[in-house]
Nanobody, 121 residues
Framework: VQLQASGGGLVQAGGSLRLSCAAS????????MAWYRQAPGKQRGLVAT???????NHADSVKGRFLISRDNAKNTLYLHMNTLRPEDTALYYC????????????????WGQGTQVTVSS
């Protein structure tokens, strides 16, 4: 199983990015998916989740700015990020699991390698 995250980069505050997570080696449509992020010196925190049925949840800090989506035909997870802020700077990870507890990272089975997002002020 491989989760390949991409799309990170350096952007100015107020800008936008779209992260992608390409999944292989698993039946993507059977998995709940999530984006987590970790800033230097901080714990890994939940950004957004999307169930295998398409239900979504977003952390309060990103509601109205970020949108998680999935394309089961392409085995790909997305995170659309708008109105980025310096505090969004972090390494962003995608994760996959079945019957997960959304806010508990230990319940996700597979993790991508992370993609860096840096937002300058």
């Amino acid at each position: 199983v491989q989760l390949q995250a991409s799309g990170g980069g350096l952007v100015q505050a107020g800008g936008s990015l779209r992260l992608s997570c390409a999944a292989s080696g698993l039946t993507f449509s059977n998995y709940d998916m999530a984006w987590y992020r970790q800033a230097p010196g901080k714990q890994r925190g939940l950004v957004a989740t999307i169930s295998r049925g398409g239900s979504t949840n977003h952390a309060d800090s990103v509601k109205g700015r970020f949108l998680i989506s999935r394309d089961n035909a392409k085995n790909t997870l997305y995170l659309h990020m708008n109105t980025l802020r310096p505090e969004d700077t972090a390494l962003y990870y995608c994760a996959a699991g079945i019957n997960v507890v959304y806010s508990n990272p230990s319940t996700y089975t597979y993790w991508g390698q992370g993609t860096q997002v840096t937002v300058s002020s």
